[in-house]
């Protein structure tokens, strides 16, 4: 059975590579019967290691929460929290700092790319230990399967060397944690197939683009020379992207969508892929509002999820803490 955990951060308004790489699978993991518990979590500490409005940072932490439950993740069925309102996952990161060499850390790709994005601005110790606090995350509920975009893996990897270099000074306490991954883990940029799409920036579709934001993002996005609709990620990486979007909304297979498209245009293609992504948004949309309209129940969900998490998160810290003498 397996022990679930995931989260993003709420650091932009949440996009179609996140809905793909990451919460269409929380989504279908919570209802499978191999699934003993899932935990779902805005990682609002970790959203605070880029620039942020403390203004206006509540409330985007709320509509990362509304996404999630737009999106599917049931409150009867997963704990949907806010990660700082479990404090126990910053406990047990400052436990792990201590055994986690900081090489380990300024090796990582996220962490070198972070320092080149901001040409060496945003060197804090928070950008540098990110990882420590998310392999933190992870297994202060001691869970086992982690769904996320493949760029999170260096970070799984890290959180299986702490929590075996833990296990191996203080005891047995960690079972190894395997990433879940799919087809989705990589949606790239609509500007630029090289990047992966980003939630800043305006390439990304954001899941509360409107149909005509929509149209009009998908219409500018860039395509291939050549003519035909086939995938081909080295000689046609935007035109597979736009594919794989296509694929994973509509539920056809690629092969299916390049038949259809035979000897019709890439403007004919990207205006159908518009509508495939709008006739998605539209249900989201439907009960993100709703959602909105109803705080008192958000907030009762969360006020739940919470508590729960506490009580799971506190008897491992508890026992962690035995194990090393405090
Ligand atoms: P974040 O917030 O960058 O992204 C959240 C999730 O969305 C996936 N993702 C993508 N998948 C496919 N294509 C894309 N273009 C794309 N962009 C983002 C990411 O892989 C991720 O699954 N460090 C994490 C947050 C985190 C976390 C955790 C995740 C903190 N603690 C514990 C899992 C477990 C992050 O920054 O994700």
């Given at each position: 059975?397996?022990?679930?955990?995931?989260?993003i951060?709420?650091?932009g308004?949440?996009?179609?590579g996140?809905?793909l790489?990451a919460i269409?699978?929380w989504?279908?993991?919570?209802?499978?019967?191999?699934?003993?518990?899932t935990?779902?979590?805005?990682?609002?500490?970790?959203?605070?290691?880029?620039?942020?409005?403390p203004?206006?940072?509540h409330?985007q932490?709320?509509?990362a929460?509304l996404d999630y439950m737009a999106?599917?993740v049931d409150p009867?069925?997963s704990?949907?929290?806010?990660?700082?309102?479990v404090?126990?996952?910053?406990?047990l990161?400052?436990?792990?700092n201590?055994?986690?060499p900081?090489s380990?850390?300024d090796r990582?790709?996220t962490?070198?790319?972070k320092i080149?994005q901001?040409?060496g601005?945003?060197?804090?110790?928070?950008?540098?230990d990110?990882p420590?606090?998310?392999a933190a995350d992870?297994?202060?509920?001691?869970?086992?399967?982690?769904?996320?975009?493949?760029d999170?893996?260096?970070?799984?990897?890290?959180?299986?060397e702490?929590?075996?270099?833990?296990?191996?000074?203080?005891?047995e306490t960690?079972?190894?944690?395997?990433?879940?991954?799919?087809?989705?883990?990589?949606?790239?940029?609509l500007?630029?197939?090289?990047k992966?799409m980003?939630?800043?920036g305006d390439?990304?579709i954001?899941l509360?683009?409107?149909?005509?934001?929509?149209?009009e993002?998908i219409?500018?996005?860039v395509?291939?020379?050549g003519k035909?609709?086939?995938?081909?990620?080295?000689k046609k990486?935007?035109?597979s992207n736009l594919?794989?979007?296509y694929q994973?909304?509509?539920g056809?297979t690629?092969?299916?969508?390049?038949?259809?498209y035979?000897?019709?245009?890439?403007?004919?293609?990207?205006?159908?892929?518009?509508?495939?992504?709008?006739?998605?948004?539209?249900?989201?949309?439907?009960?993100?509002?709703?959602?909105?309209?109803?705080?008192?129940?958000?907030?009762?969900?969360?006020?739940?999820?919470?508590?729960k998490?506490?009580?799971?998160a506190?008897?491992?810290?508890?026992?962690?803490k035995e194990?090393?003498g405090i």
């Amino acid at each position: 059975m397996n022990k679930i955990f995931s989260g993003i951060r709420p650091s932009g308004k949440l996009h179609l590579g996140n809905y793909l790489g990451a919460i269409k699978n929380w989504v279908e993991l919570q209802k499978s019967p191999d699934t003993e518990r899932t935990v779902f979590a805005v990682v609002d500490y970790h959203g605070i290691t880029t620039p942020f409005d403390p203004k206006t940072y509540h409330q985007q932490v709320m509509e990362a929460v509304l996404d999630y439950m737009a999106a599917g993740v049931d409150p009867e069925k997963s704990i949907l929290i806010r990660q700082s309102k479990v404090p126990q996952h910053t406990e047990l990161a400052w436990i792990f700092n201590t055994i986690t060499p900081v090489s380990w850390l300024d090796r990582l790709p996220t962490y070198k790319e972070k320092i080149e994005q901001t040409q060496g601005k945003y060197t804090h110790m928070g950008i540098l230990d990110y990882p420590v606090l998310m392999a933190a995350d992870i297994l202060i509920y001691k869970s086992n399967l982690v769904p996320v975009g493949d760029d999170q893996l260096p970070h799984i990897d890290l959180t299986n060397e702490i929590a075996r270099k833990f296990n191996h000074l203080f005891g047995e306490t960690f079972q190894t944690v395997k990433p879940h991954l799919t087809e989705g883990a990589r949606v790239m940029s609509l500007q630029d197939p090289a990047k992966k799409m980003s939630k800043t920036g305006d390439e990304g579709i954001a899941l509360s683009d409107n149909p005509e934001v929509v149209r009009e993002k998908i219409k500018k996005a860039v395509t291939d020379s050549g003519k035909e609709i086939k995938y081909d990620e080295d000689k046609k990486p935007a035109i597979s992207n736009l594919l794989t979007i296509y694929q994973l909304l509509s539920g056809r297979t690629i092969e299916e969508i390049e038949k259809d498209y035979e000897g019709k245009t890439y403007a004919d293609f990207k205006n159908d892929l518009a509508e495939v992504v709008v006739d998605f948004l539209k249900p989201f949309q439907k009960k993100y509002s709703e959602l909105k309209n109803n705080m008192d129940y958000v907030d009762k969900v969360l006020t739940e999820s919470e508590e729960k998490a506490r009580v799971i998160a506190s008897s491992t810290l508890k026992e962690i803490k035995e194990k090393i003498g405090i």
